[in-house]
């Protein structure tokens, strides 16, 4: 017999209702209440909601609401590990797991290699495990923008913003370039008097992005104030290959901070300028005008853009 309290409630809480436990599976996994929301096809408010009252019946706090997103806390993870396995078997034996949200059409997602992988890909991981599916492809922006225009693509990261009207675009994060090189390269640049600016460089073999080198013509002509007056030792069209040739001592670059940003902190890598106007460029999130009838397509653009602002 359960205790009771003196006002004749049972001093034992009563077991949270599924409903519950299933909103706050989805907060869980998904990191966020806006995203959760859409998973379970619910408003936000109502998400929201439910967890207070989650959390007032476990008298836990189960996640610290964050600027962007959710972070569960000790307890919730505790809680995840226990119910997951038996709401996902409940939910696929009821035709409401990850097998029938299978059946929704991949999102076709394309976008610059180093971008999907460091940064979009990883932000979307929750919700590959929520049932949403992908495609992803890899290229240069105008291309991929022209297959997004054909209907190739659902969603394309740009490095520019689309010319005309038959594309919407929003802005989805800031990349710095920085000037960077090995230590011991680093070093020698030093070692030549101050009045040489980069001309300081002029020995150091240039590893680049492309033959026509876009990145680095761009950094000088903003730095320097100058054309770029050498040639690549080293053209790879793979910027994480560029860090991997320029971390290995080949020579320098010039790279976008985000993908460089270990080897810069560990000291693998050294800056050789440090500008008070770096160079910045602006990635867009572009699809068709219109709403998809995909709604994972929604999903995961709302996923992005939320990634997006602390990239």
Known sequence: MRPIDPLGASATPA??????????LAVHRSGSFTAAAQLLGLSQPTVTTQIRSLERQTRRELFERLPR?????????????????????????????PRAESR????????????????????????VTEGVRLRVATGLTEP????????????????????GRTLSAVPLT?????????????????????????????DVPLITYAEDLPIVRRYWRHVFGRRLNCRAAVSVPDLRAVLALVTAGAGFSVLPRYLCAGELAS??????????????????????????????????RDRLLEAGRCW
């Open 15 to 24: 077991p949270p209702d599924l409903n519950l436990l299933r909103t706050f």
């Open 267 to 300: 000291g693998a890598l050294v800056l050789l300028d440090a500008p008070e106007d770096a160079p910045i460029n602006t990635g867009f999130l572009v699809q068709r005008p219109g709403t998809s009838d995909n709604p994972h397509v929604t999903l995961v």
């Open 144 to 163: 991929l923008l022209d297959e997004l225009r054909a209907g190739r693509h659902d969603l394309v990261i740009a490095t520019s913003r689309p010319r």
């Open 69 to 97: 997103g959710v972070a569960p806390t000790a307890v919730a993870d505790e809680l995840a590990a226990r119910v997951a396995a038996p709401l996902d078997a409940l939910a696929e034996a009821t035709g409401h797991g």
């Open 174 to 202: 800031d990349e710095e370039f920085v000037l960077v090189a090995a230590p011991a390269w680093a070093d020698r640049v030093a070692e030549r008097p101050a009045a040489d600016g980069p001309a300081a460089l002029h």
């Open 104 to 127: 929704a059409e991949p999102v076709h997602l394309a976008g610059p290699a180093e971008l999907l992988s460091t940064r979009a890909l990883p932000a979307l991981a929750p919700l």
